[in-house]
């Protein structure tokens, strides 16, 4: 008897002891592994085929799914003559930098016949995220969804949907893309407009040739659908809208926000949106465009054109009159191409949930303020080039009147080993050089100085950094993207930033999260985010013709004093300059 007594108590001690590890072990996450062979595909678009570089030969990409929680490992191996990167577009990469992927940023390029292991844990985020090629211009086709589903057993705050619709929107050029943009860098000029927008890679019927290469949707009548709203573009911020229908936002870049209704919503490249779409509670003899065209701002010229799915409901079979009927296409009606008001009143409407379960963790206070220009300029030409614009220069994008030059070698590692010398300075200008009417008259003098230049932070350091467009060549939107963090959006208006006034109407209670925000055309936008994770982190505008032109910088937060607040070594197989 007292032997079975103490076999209990052993047990009961045995089982105290190892039942934090137990559940532990419930709620970890998965190991996610991945396989991307970067690879040559023959693709026919709009009559017309050409050879594109792809992940699989997949065009868009592999779907990539994982579990809030999950650690994912992907293997990237190069089959082509391209060097390349892929970078994981709004993962928090926390203490993982050396795995965000922009080149010469967090890593030197993947180069021919060599591979790399990208190997990072998702860590409390869930939603719609996306990946993309980070080098040059490849992302025009090497991307694909990355969808971070919730824990198991965690619902979404919003109805369960029946089924889940990830939509991308991209850009093709019938022309060899990266000709292309090394052609404009070298002249000075703007690179060409793509030739078609697509919908999950295909043109649709609105475009010569393409009646076949058309994304439809088929849906049942009174049931919600999620649909994962993606824009994977390269330079064209986009309005959308399914006709005849209303949709509810329900998440904006992996962040769940105040649920509200619209029939037309914009996206700027880097950014995602998750809306719900109820159907119809009967199948009407008709089929619906799902359309999205360029919202533009700038004074360039830009692909005017519309790509479109088809949504179409199923219909009984038993219903035999609706095969005699064809059914009416129905198109919606988007906004004028340059609707300022539209895309700032629908920026407005977008709020974080601020509930118990997903609070907001806007910084109530700061210790470095930020007031960042963002827009063009002009940059002197060598005397052996021949440059389009006045005394041989050409167009040139900033931030703070510096045109971002990319090193030879990656950032994070000159930071990590010590080697800045040579690589990059510390002193990127936390204000612009000099004040001006910066969305009024612009000054004489619009040259741009060029560098590779860094702000260095402390760790844990609460930032508020404004960025205000200027008019300088001209007012433009400028989505811009912040790696290695989330931000929330604390305030924005047209003209410039009064930092007497405007400070006063802050939302600091439940201002939307998220990793890429739209600079309004001849306004501002005021950010904040807790530098709490070391690495050195990028950002830049997403439109890709004014990244390549410098609109771009870097932030190097320094390591903390705990042992989770610094960034691990390397690991061994990171790709050489």
């Avoid at 070698?409 to 800045?420: I, P, R, V, W």
Wanted: aromatic fraction near 10%; hydrophobic fraction near 40%.
């Amino acid at each position: 008897m007292g032997s079975c007594i103490m076999r209990i108590i052993m047990f009961a001690v045995c089982a105290m002891w190892f039942l934090p590890d137990l559940v532990l072990a419930k709620h970890a996450g998965s190991t996610r592994h991945y396989k991307f062979d970067i690879k040559l595909q023959k693709v026919t678009r709009l009559c017309q085929s050409k050879n594109i570089v792809t992940v699989n030969g997949q065009f868009p990409g592999p779907r990539i799914i994982a579990r809030e929680g999950d650690r994912v490992i992907i293997k990237v191996v190069n089959h082509v003559q391209n060097n390349i990167t892929i970078h994981w577009h709004g993962i928090r990469q926390l203490r993982s930098g050396w795995a965000d992927g922009p080149a010469y940023i967090t890593q030197c390029p993947i180069q021919t016949g060599q591979s790399y292991l990208y190997n990072f844990t998702i860590t409390g985020q869930r939603g719609t995220l996306f990946w993309h090629a980070h080098i040059s211009w490849l992302r025009a086709t090497v991307y694909g969804s990355l969808v971070i589903l919730p824990k198991r057993g965690v619902p979404y705050p919003f109805p369960q949907p029946f089924k889940e619709v990830p939509i991308i929107f991209g850009e093709w050029w019938k022309a060899d893309i990266e000709t292309m943009i090394n052609q404009a860098m070298q002249t000075g000029g703007a690179p060409n407009v793509s030739d078609a927008y697509t919908m999950n890679g295909l043109p649709g019927p609105l475009y010569n040739c393409s009646a076949k290469d058309t994304f439809r949707l088929k849906v049942k009548p009174g049931k919600t659908y999620l649909l994962r709203l993606i824009n994977a573009a390269l330079n064209d911020e986009l309005f959308f809208s399914i006709a005849n229908h209303t949709v509810t936002v329900v998440e904006v870049d992996a962040v769940y926000v105040k649920p509200f209704k619209t029939n037309t919503l914009v996206i700027t490249p880097g950014q995602t949106t998750n809306i719900l779409l109820k159907t119809k509670s009967h199948s009407p003899n008709a089929t619906f465009l799902m359309a999205a065209r360029s919202y533009a701002t700038g004074p360039a010229a830009f692909d005017n054109s519309t790509t479109a799915g088809i949504l179409e409901y199923e219909h009984k079979s038993s219903v035999s009159n609706t095969k005699n009927r064809k059914p009416s296409v129905l198109k919606p009606a988007l906004p004028m191409f340059n609707d300022t008001i539209f895309a700032m009143k629908f920026s407005k409407k977008l709020r974080s949930l601020a509930s118990n379960k997903f609070p907001a963790k806007v910084p109530q206070t700061v210790n470095r303020r930020f007031f960042f220009t963002v827009g063009l300029g002009l940059i002197q030409c060598s005397r052996n080039q021949a440059c389009p614009g006045p005394n041989n220069t050409m167009v040139a994008a900033a931030i703070n009147n510096v045109s971002f030059v990319q090193p030879s070698t990656a950032l994070l590692q000159a930071h990590f080993f010590g080697k800045s010398k040579g690589v990059y300075t510390t002193d990127f200008p936390a204000n612009p050089p000099f004040k001006f009417n910066y969305t009024g008259t612009p000054p004489s003098n619009i040259l741009v100085n060029s560098g590779t230049k860094v702000v260095v932070l402390p760790f844990n350091t609460r930032v508020e950094l404004v960025l205000q467009d200027t008019s300088i060549i001209g007012a433009e939107s400028h989505p811009l993207h912040l790696h290695g963090f989330n931000f929330y959006v604390v305030g924005q208006g047209f003209g410039n930033f009064d930092p007497k006034k405007d400070p006063a109407n802050f939302n600091l209670v439940d201002p939307i999260e998220r990793n890429t925000v739209g600079v309004p055309s001849g306004g501002w936008v005021a950010i904040r985010f807790h530098a709490d994770n070391p690495g050195v982190w990028f950002m830049h505008c997403h439109l890709e013709v004014h990244t390549s032109w410098g609109l771009k910088m870097a932030w190097v937060v320094m390591d903390g004093k705990r042992p989770n607040q610094k960034l691990p070594p390397p690991p061994s197989d990171l790709p050489k300059c």
